[in-house]
């Protein structure tokens, strides 16, 4: 049990519509960072919060966008959802920015399908 | 640019045989390596890292040496357990400025150890 927990474990979107992510980091945690994977892949980097600021993006589209909040947890939103956005959404809350600083926590993630 | 090759699964082993997982990889500069593990139904975990050449991560009897002359970080362990199975990914950070605060993954390995 890591402490990062992601909600909702499963969902089912139409392609078009716009879709929200949600994360709770880790006691402490000051650092959150998204990754996609999709079925059969290693995780690609989407974006990094840290203090409530986007610090760090991977080559996603705008349409994929983020919140932190005071609390450090944090949103991932997806608009216009396309077919090629089903995947596993996964969250990992450290401190510190630099990603060798202390060790990442992952959440069991989102499996988001899009149909 | 950055990235990780690792050997392709699934990797089939009895209770007690010797595993080796192969991951190479391509940075610039000398990047942080390391290994997660990925148990049935949970989420990421670090499994060991290295931060310099010839450096050697270890974790549950798991090994990898950071080897800069081959651009390696291969995944070891003497005797594996059914506990074991899993699957396993290789990443790595970049140091440069701006790109160290995201991971960059292989596909991942799929472990099955049988008693």
């Known amino acids: 049990e890591t402490g990062v927990t992601q909600s909702p474990t499963h969902l089912i979107k139409t392609r078009g519509q716009q879709v929200t992510l949600r994360c709770s980091s880790q006691s402490g945690h000051n650092t959150v960072s998204w990754y996609q994977q999709a079925l059969g892949q290693g995780p690609q980097f989407i974006f990094q919060y840290y203090r409530e600021e986007e610090n760090g993006r991977g080559n996603f589209p705008p349409r994929f966008s983020g919140l932190q909040f005071p609390n450090y947890s944090s949103e991932l939103n997806v608009n216009a959802l396309e077919l090629d956005d089903s995947a596993l959404y996964l969250c990992?809350?450290?401190?510190?920015?630099?990603?060798?600083?202390?060790?990442?926590?992952f959440g069991q993630g989102t499996r988001l399908t899009v149909v | 640019g950055n990235s990780v090759t690792q050997m392709e699964g699934p990797v089939t082993l009895s209770e007690e045989a010797f595993l080796t997982i192969n991951c190479t990889y391509t940075a610039t500069g000398y990047p942080s390596l390391f290994w997660y593990v990925q148990y049935p139904g949970e989420g990421l975990q670090l499994l060991l890292k290295?931060?310099?050449a010839d450096d050697k991560g270890s974790n549950k009897g798991f090994e990898a040496t950071y080897r800069k002359e081959t651009t390696s970080f291969h995944l070891e362990k003497g005797s594996v357990q059914v506990s074991d199975s899993a699957v396993y990914f290789c990443?790595?950070?970049?140091?440069?400025?701006?790109?160290?605060?995201?991971?960059?993954w292989g596909l991942g390995t799929s472990l099955a150890v049988n008693p």
């Open positions: 990992a809350s450290r401190t510190g920015q630099g990603i060798g600083d202390t060790e990442a926590f």
């Open positions: 990443a790595l950070s970049p140091r440069n400025a701006g790109n160290n605060r995201k991971l960059i």
């Open positions: 290295a931060t310099k």
